[in-house]
């Protein structure tokens, strides 16, 4: 398929991109006009963004919510360009919607996460977009799936399209978390790694999912040298008819860009600090399933206090050593060092399990 080395960098695409990191603000959807064109105006009389975006067709997880104004919303943006020089983008999911992305002069279009993880759906974008030179922003899947949202980038970059970047939006966690999307930054680094000159934005506003982490996401996807920022931004978030939990206003975005950190990239230590955030995310994971593992040997521990049985038992021991180091191996690990670290979950299972028999 290629290393996908003609992708251009985004200030290519216009000559307004020419700073960066890039900025998109904008409401999670367009309501009315009043609020698209107050939201833009006020955006752009603070110099916040460079992209300004609005959805007006929204996928719901439920029918009967909220499903975006459609067609009427693209003449708003429309006049939001008019009014204010900003650029402006918006989510298409059928070929019915390039269409009239494109009959509305919509500078720029990106793939939501839920058509993304359809290959079919994505393909028929792709087919709709040959021939056609237009920048396409592609959000990534749902799931954990790197190869998906590869696939996705490939399919747009096969139908002739140079102007590609991805949307770093977070991926659906199957645990409660304090965060709506789970960020797994290896997952971008893996991306930016194998394709280096394929652009990245960052949409805190989905990882975080209220307002109180956005900041801190947007500063570690600046930190880790991404192209930009996509920031959900309304004129009045507490009525928004979607996402109203975080979306930020206007002065609030102004606020969070004011303090956002912007880092000079040195390409050595730039690589040095990539591996590493890498190794931070997977440690994060390391521990969080360490601390699920001990949650069921608890759970275990009350069951053997209840029937009576003992902590130990030998053949259950004898059989993880083996199948685990089988696993081990498979995976490129050193023996020695699987059973020393088994035999140090081991000690600290039967310490808790001890616990709860003699509480
Ligand atoms: C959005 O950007 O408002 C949106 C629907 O995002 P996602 O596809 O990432 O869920
Ligand atoms: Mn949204």
């Not at 719901?60 to 943006?77: A, C, D, M, S, Y």
């Not at 979306?247 to 690589?271: A, C, F, M, S, W």
């Not at 759970?299 to 902590?311: H, P, S, V």
């Not at 000690?347 to 509480?359: F, G, H, R, T, V």
Request: hydrophobic letters at 40%; a neutral charge; charged letters at 25%.
């Amino acid at each position: 398929m290629g290393d996908l080395k003609d992708i251009l960098p985004i200030n290519k695409w216009f000559d307004e991109l020419s700073s960066k990191p890039l900025i998109i603000a904008g409401p999670c959807s367009a309501e009315s006009e009043k609020q698209v064109i107050e939201t833009a105006l006020e955006i752009a009389s603070n110099n916040s963004a460079n992209i300004f975006r609005s959805g007006v067709w929204k996928p719901r997880t439920r029918p009967g919510n909220f499903e975006g104004v459609g067609l009427k919303g693209l003449k708003w943006l429309q006049k939001v360009k008019e009014e204010t020089g900003l650029l402006v983008t918006t989510e298409v999911a059928t070929v019915e919607h390039i269409k009239m992305c494109l009959d509305h002069n919509i500078d720029i279009l990106w793939v939501g996460a839920r058509t993304t993880s359809n290959p079919f759906s994505v393909q028929e974008l792709a087919n709709a977009c040959k021939g056609i030179d237009i920048p396409i922003m592609i959000k990534n899947p749902i799931n954990p799936d790197t190869e998906l949202w590869i696939g996705a980038i490939e399919r747009f970059h096969s139908a002739g399209i140079k102007k590609l970047a991805a949307i770093h939006r977070g991926f659906y966690p199957f645990e409660q978390t304090k965060l709506r999307n789970l960020p797994k930054w290896e997952i971008p680094i893996e991306l930016k790694s194998r394709f280096n000159n394929l652009p990245i934005i960052c949409d805190p506003s989905h990882i975080s999912g209220s307002t109180e982490f956005i900041s801190e996401i947007s500063q570690k996807a600046i930190d880790l040298n991404f192209d930009g920022l996509m920031i959900e931004t309304h004129n009045n978030p507490m009525l928004a008819l979607s996402d109203a939990k975080q979306q930020i206003t206007p002065k609030e975005l102004d606020n969070l860009l004011t303090n956002l950190v912007i880092r000079h990239y040195l390409e050595e230590n730039g690589k040095l600090e990539m591996y590493r955030h890498q190794i931070d995310s997977i440690d994060t994971q390391m521990l969080e399933l360490l601390s699920q593992r001990m949650d069921i040997i608890s759970e275990i521990g009350k069951y053997k206090k209840k029937e009576n049985i003992t902590i130990f038992q030998l053949r259950r021991w004898e059989n993880i050593i083996k199948t685990r180091t089988k696993t081990g191996q498979s995976l490129n690990l050193n023996k020695d060092f699987i059973i020393e670290l088994l035999q140090l979950v081991h000690k600290e299972s039967i310490s808790k399990q001890n616990k709860i028999l003699n509480k």
